[in-house]
C-alpha cells in the first residue's frame, strides 16, 4: 500500500481515486479534491515526498 501524493492518506493502487503519471513515475490520489490540489502545483507535492512512487 502507498500513500495519497498530496494528503498521505494510505492508498490501495488499485482502488486509488486517479493515478497521475509525471515524468514517468505513478501517483496516487485518494480523492478528486486531492487530485486537484496535486494538479495545480505537482512539483510541490512530489519535492515535499522527497522520495519516487511507483515506476510504470
Known amino acids: ?13 488499485n482502488k486509488a481515486h486517479m493515478t497521475i503519471e509525471l515524468k514517468g513515475d505513478l501517483y496516487l490520489t485518494c480523492c478528486p479534491m486531492c487530485q486537484s490540489v496535486f ?3 505537482p512539483e510541490k507535492y512530489i519535492h515535499q515526498s522527497g ?6
Not at 500500500?1 to 493502487?13: D, E, F, L
Not at 522520495?51 to 510504470?56: E, F, G, P, T, V
Open 1 to 13: 500500500m502507498t500513500r495519497c501524493i498530496t494528503c498521505q492518506k494510505p492508498v490501495n493502487r
Open 51 to 56: 522520495r519516487k512512487h511507483s515506476k510504470r
Open 39 to 41: 494538479e495545480k502545483n
